[in-house]
């Protein structure tokens, strides 16, 4: 009989937390005693908005670059994101002294596009309604010799990603719950290998916007679903289906996924400024956003949330969050 390793393990987590130290940063665990009450529980924040770069990408992005042989950093690497998986290659690739090309949707946001730019990168635009963004960056890393590195279909990716969950669990000790955002899956996959890899019994739960349910009807389905492209203002979750590699992972580890709506992710991002002092960008805020409006069930005790990011500029914020909106 013969059994599939996973993706990635515990022991994968550890080396990128290794490989990661003193280079990225150990973001704060914020706590707070208006939102243990209103939540009910006892909650502990994972502040990624303050990780380098602003989300928690440059985790995974830096530990899959830097595993690279001198002959393929010497080429160059290639990536394709909405913004903050661009920002963390092009700063892993610039930390590494090499270059880097992202493909990038034409309506990403500015302040993401400005910010890739800002570390050396060369963005190539794509539709991201009609163009295949995947085939786009195959075809340029094939032709200029680049060496892919996706945003979450990627064994040392998802590892990096999972070092926020190990560095909560170091500070915040036993957890009942922990909640993620989901987009390709990279994220939650990765922590969840290091929660149910040191804690076999807390629940690990994923938060989707409503308009971006791809992971929420895949484990449903119990296989990989698409969707049409979302239209959400969670622009790092509107993706139509989940990655194979990371959905191999989530099905089997994941205790479900729930939903928000737009609104809400709205109000979530409303509190974190206003109660927190923290600036959240919409994806960031899902999770949040799953705790203030019970959509994440009545609450064990001891609750870790990993807030994702905080790459969103003033005026955006003030359209999503300002009066009127």
Same mark, same amino acid.
């Given at each position: 009989?013969?059994?599939?390793?996973?993706?990635?393990? !515990?022991?994968?987590?550890?080396?990128?937390?290794?490989? @990661?130290?003193?280079?990225?940063?150990?973001?704060?665990? #914020?706590?707070?005693?208006?939102?243990? %009450?209103?939540?009910?529980?006892?909650? *502990? =924040?994972?502040?990624? +908005?303050?990780?380098?770069?602003?989300?928690?990408?440059? /985790?995974?992005?830096?530990?899959?670059?830097?595993?690279?042989?001198?002959?393929? !950093?010497?080429?160059?690497?290639?990536?394709?994101?909405?913004?903050?998986?661009?920002?963390?290659?092009?700063?892993?690739?610039?930390?590494?002294?090499? *270059?880097?090309?992202?493909?990038?949707?034409?309506?990403?946001?500015?302040?993401?596009?400005?910010?890739?730019?800002?570390?050396?990168?060369?963005?190539?635009?794509?539709?991201?309604?009609?163009?295949?963004?995947?085939?786009?960056?195959?075809? !340029?890393?094939?032709?200029?010799?680049?060496?892919?590195?996706?945003?979450? %279909?990627?064994?040392?990716?998802?590892?990096?990603?999972?070092?926020?969950?190990?560095?909560?669990? %170091? %500070?915040?000790?036993? @957890?009942?719950? =922990?909640?993620?955002?989901?987009?390709?899956?990279?994220?939650?996959?990765?922590?969840?290998?290091?929660?149910?890899? #040191?804690?076999?019994?807390? /629940?690990?739960?994923?938060?989707?916007?409503?308009?971006?349910d791809d992971?929420?009807?895949?484990?449903?389905?119990?296989?990989?679903?698409?969707?049409?492209v979302p239209?959400?203002?969670?622009?790092g979750q509107?993706?139509?289906?989940?990655?194979?590699?990371?959905?191999?992972? +989530?099905? /089997?580890? #994941?205790?479900?996924?729930?939903?928000?709506?737009?609104?809400?992710?709205?109000?979530?991002?409303?509190?974190?400024?206003?109660?927190?002092?923290?600036? #959240?960008?919409?994806?960031?805020?899902?999770?949040?956003?799953?705790?203030?409006?019970?959509?994440?069930?009545?609450?064990?005790? /001891?609750?870790?949330?990993?807030?994702?990011?905080?790459?969103?500029?003033?005026?955006?914020?003030?359209? !999503?969050?300002?009066?009127?909106?």
């Amino acid at each position: 009989m013969t059994t599939t390793s996973p993706p990635v393990t !515990l022991d994968d987590v550890r080396s990128a937390a290794e490989r @990661l130290t003193g280079v990225a940063h150990r973001t704060p665990v #914020l706590r707070s005693r208006t939102l243990d %009450e209103c939540a009910g529980a006892e909650i *502990h =924040l994972k502040c990624e +908005n303050f990780q380098r770069v602003g989300a928690f990408k440059f /985790r995974g992005a830096y530990n899959a670059a830097s595993r690279l042989t001198p002959e393929q !950093l010497s080429r160059g690497i290639a990536a394709y994101s909405s913004g903050n998986h661009a920002q963390a290659v092009a700063l892993a690739a610039r930390e590494l002294g090499t *270059h880097a090309v992202i493909v990038m949707p034409e309506d990403a946001p500015p302040s993401k596009r400005a910010a890739t730019e800002g570390y050396g990168a060369e963005i190539v635009t794509y539709d991201r309604y009609t163009g295949d963004r995947v085939a786009v960056a195959e075809a !340029l890393a094939a032709e200029r010799g680049l060496t892919l590195i996706p945003p979450y %279909e990627h064994p040392h990716v998802m590892a990096g990603q999972g070092t926020a969950a190990l560095e909560l669990l %170091e %500070e915040a000790g036993e @957890l009942d719950l =922990l909640l993620a955002p989901v987009g390709g899956g990279g994220l939650i996959a990765g922590c969840a290998t290091a929660v149910k890899g #040191l804690r076999p019994a807390a /629940r690990v739960v994923g938060v989707e916007p409503e308009a971006g349910d791809d992971t929420k009807r895949s484990l449903e389905a119990g296989h990989r679903v698409s969707i049409p492209v979302p239209h959400t203002i969670a622009d790092g979750q509107a993706l139509h289906t989940p990655g194979e590699l990371t959905f191999s992972v +989530n099905r /089997r580890l #994941l205790d479900g996924v729930v939903t928000v709506g737009e609104d809400e992710i709205r109000d979530a991002m409303r509190f974190a400024f206003e109660r927190l002092k923290i600036v #959240l960008e919409p994806s960031g805020a899902t999770p949040l956003a799953a705790l203030l409006t019970g959509r994440a069930g009545t609450l064990p005790g /001891r609750v870790g949330v990993i807030l994702s990011g905080g790459n969103i500029d003033a005026e955006r914020f003030a359209r !999503l969050c300002g009066p009127g909106a």
